[in-house]
């Protein structure tokens, strides 16, 4: 079976920086890593292909530098590689970016099942994976924290909810999107690095995927970011103290106040 | 300092950093409690290929050397000195077989050695023959196509737990020292049984144990080189691994050097943290240098066995297990100083570290018998060029 697994390289620091000017991430002098999400979408990629057989690609769009995270995955056992590359690719949101990576996905061809993390952790958007499958015109199921089940035509999965979890079943080909409670990820062995060091990356621009131009990039991308920052962290709340009586007391009038009840 | 390692030698180093990190600081109090043997991890080592890093790639390894086993072992033991035995004391009887080992001998046991399936265990100490090595009484008589032997071996390390042992016995004891031989001795055969198992002041999870020959039937097939070449055998492989109970040293001596450096920026005493106390910086500058120059010591050591295996390389292989663990005592015994009354806590890593060390001044030859062997390496140079 063909299992893609799509993976995007982040910064390695949750204090991510922002370009005041351009609204975007700023990625140089930061150590970059693959999104953590995207890791267990490796494995999970990777068990799979150990259970069904078959082979795993690990697709993902960037700037050149994002070769190293996909080396990464090689080291960890994924057979071939995809880099879509392109300044016309910069400023792509995540429906430029959906479509993208689902017109890099058409050029690698047949696949059964696509696996993204649940989200990435500079953005944190969690749209390019279900994106993805829209584009494709095949279904989706996110926050998948187990596969139970899968043959050549479907697979059933569990879908983690607030309190509990549903169990989905649905017809190959398809995606996924996992959370970390699904595997744990394996480290990259020494013959895998020293195999993914030279292996051959397939590095794709614009042209190589036929995308069509206005759909990529800046001019593909609706949204606008008007401004990014921090939230202040919250304040404390306020402790009201005495027996319970006065609490009670006390409690009431603080709500009349603040004309809550 | 830059020792110009290759990019797969930096791989290596960080994947055994990562494994140290990731999988053993979080156990290493748990098996240093317990006693327990570390399995777990060594199924971590293997899944990363890491206990293969000395074996050629045709019997499954990565092809690397003794200082690709070096840089193995002393990541791993920054984290925990003990643990890495697992790779280290098998390195120890691999070699045997490496460097004397026939084709048959090689592709049976290496292949499973470089994945991790088995670990092995190297037997020469006995009771009443420590440093005095030529004096062992486990015989192995010739009988027909086998060998039967009897004896007892003591502080085996891997001991009860290795699944392969390289055992040395006296196949001519009238021959002394040339009357010894070496032999491949699998678990599990019949007259091979285990004694008492140690309790130590440190390497706590490693398992050092009697290993007890009782009419034991070995197979011809399963000696190594030839008959009386024991102690040659035995030689040549201290002289491949002492390097690495050298770095087993340095990686102690250079995790404690790493912790009491970040702890003296942290602690504040007089209203300042440590640190920017001469009496503090001083002796840090004396553990960095010398665990630095123990660093240089082994890699060039390492590095020479690697490029010419025929050189003889005992008195640099001495020097190396000599200097380093002389240092990782020092190290960390001021490494514990710079901690104060909280190196001494067994809830810090300061204390085992100590007790770890002092093992590598012992075993593989004590300190004093590598000083005997470098000087006898000085006078016999000596005497040759003034020939």
Same mark, same amino acid.
């Given at each position: 079976?063909?299992?893609?697994?799509?993976?995007?390289?982040?910064?390695?620091?949750?204090?991510?920086?922002?370009?005041?000017?351009? /609204?975007?991430?700023?990625?140089?002098?930061?150590?970059?890593?693959? /999104?953590?999400?995207?890791?267990?979408?490796?494995?999970?990629?990777?068990?799979?292909?150990?259970? +069904? $057989? $078959?082979?795993?690609?690990?697709?993902? +769009?960037?700037?050149?530098?994002?070769?190293?995270?996909?080396?990464?995955?090689?080291? +960890?056992?994924?057979?071939?590689? =995809?880099?879509?590359?392109?300044?016309?690719?910069?400023?792509?949101?995540?429906?430029?970016?959906?479509?993208?990576?689902?017109?890099?996905?058409?050029?690698?061809?047949?696949?059964? !099942?696509?696996?993204?993390?649940?989200?990435?952790?500079?953005?944190?958007?969690?749209?390019?994976?279900?994106?993805?499958?829209?584009? !494709?015109?095949?279904?989706?199921?996110?926050?998948?924290?187990? =596969?139970?089940?899968m043959s050549e035509a479907r697979i059933r999965v569990e879908r983690m909810m607030e309190e509990g979890y549903e169990v989905i079943e649905m017809d190959l080909p398809a995606l996924i999107t996992v959370v970390k409670e699904i595997n744990e990820p394996r480290l990259p062995s020494l013959k895998g690095m020293m195999r993914a060091k030279k292996a051959n990356v397939n590095i794709w621009n614009a042209s190589d995927i036929a995308c069509v131009s206005t759909k990529i990039g800046q001019l593909g991308s609706p949204t606008i970011v008007n401004r990014i920052f921090t939230p202040p962290p919250r304040k404390g709340g306020e402790m009201i103290l005495g027996d319970p009586t006065e609490q009670a007391q006390k409690l009431i009038e603080r709500l009349r106040e603040a004309k809550v009840i | 300092m830059e020792y110009f390692l290759t990019e797969e030698q930096e791989m290596l180093r960080e994947l055994a950093r990562r494994i140290a990190e990731e999988k053993i600081k979080q156990v290493r109090e748990h098996y240093d409690e317990t006693e327990e043997f570390p399995w777990p991890i060594l199924e971590e080592l293997a899944k990363v290929d890491l206990c293969g890093v000395y074996i050629p790639e045709e019997y499954g390894g990565t092809g690397g050397g003794v200082l690709e086993l070096c840089l193995a072992v002393e990541e791993l033991c920054k984290v925990d000195g003990g643990i890495a035995l697992i790779l280290a004391a098998t390195a120890l009887a691999t070699f045997p077989i490496l460097l004397f080992g026939n084709g048959e001998q090689k592709k049976k046991y290496l292949p499973d050695i470089a994945s991790g399936k088995k670990i092995a265990a190297? @037997?020469?100490?006995? @009771? #009443? @023959? #420590?440093?005095? @090595?030529?004096?062992?009484?486990?015989?192995?008589?010739?009988?027909g196509e086998n060998y039967i032997l009897n004896g007892t071996k003591c502080f085996i390390t891997n001991g009860g737990e290795a699944q392969i042992y390289v055992v040395i016995a006296m196949t001519d004891k009238t021959k002394g020292s040339r009357g010894a031989s070496a032999f491949i001795v699998e678990k599990d055969t019949p007259g091979f049984s285990f004694g008492k198992k140690e309790k130590k002041m440190g390497i706590r999870s490693s398992s050092t144990r009697e290993l007890i020959f009782n009419d034991c039937k070995v197979s011809r097939g399963n000696l190594l080189g030839r008959e009386g070449q024991g102690f040659i055998i035995a030689l040549k492989t201290f002289d491949a691994s002492r390097p690495g109970v050298a770095a087993q040293a340095l990686g102690i001596a250079s995790g404690a050097l790493e912790d009491a450096i970040n702890y003296s920026r942290e602690r504040v005493q007089f209203g300042q943290p440590i640190s920017s106390f001469q009496a503090i910086q001083h002796l840090l500058a004396d553990m960095a240098t010398e665990v630095e120059a123990a660093r240089a010591l082994i890699y060039a050591t390492a590095r020479m066995i690697d490029k010419v295996p025929d050189l003889r390389v005992t008195k640099e292989a001495a020097m190396c297990k000599l200097f380093a663990s002389d240092v990782a005592m020092k190290v960390t015994t001021n490494a514990l100083q710079v901690y104060g009354g909280y190196g001494y806590m067994r809830e810090y890593p300061m204390e085992k570290r100590m007790r770890d060390a002092k093992i590598t001044q012992i075993y593989e030859g004590t300190n004093q018998i590598m000083r005997n062997e470098i000087a006898l390496a000085l006078i016999k140079e000596a005497a040759k060029t003034k020939k």
């Open positions: 079976m063909n299992f893609i697994v799509c993976i995007k390289q982040v910064p390695g620091t949750t204090e991510v920086k922002i370009d005041p000017r351009t /609204n975007t991430l700023i990625r140089e002098g930061v150590e970059s890593i693959i /999104n953590p999400f995207d890791a267990y979408a490796i494995e999970e990629g990777l068990r799979l292909k150990e259970r +069904m $057989g $078959g082979k795993v690609t690990v697709i993902s +769009m960037g700037p050149p530098q994002a070769e190293s995270a996909l080396r990464e995955a090689l080291s +960890m056992g994924c057979d071939e590689s =995809v880099l879509l590359t392109d300044p016309a690719f910069a400023g792509s949101d995540t429906l430029a970016t959906s479509y993208t990576i689902a017109c890099g996905i058409k050029k690698i061809g047949e696949f059964d !099942l696509i696996i993204c993390g649940k989200q990435a952790i500079d953005g944190d958007t969690a749209q390019v994976g279900p994106g993805i499958a829209e584009k !494709l015109g095949i279904p989706a199921v996110t926050y998948v924290k187990k =596969v139970e089940e | 190297f @037997a020469l100490t006995e @009771a #009443g @023959a #420590g440093s005095d @090595a030529s004096s062992i009484q486990t015989s192995a008589n010739r009988v």
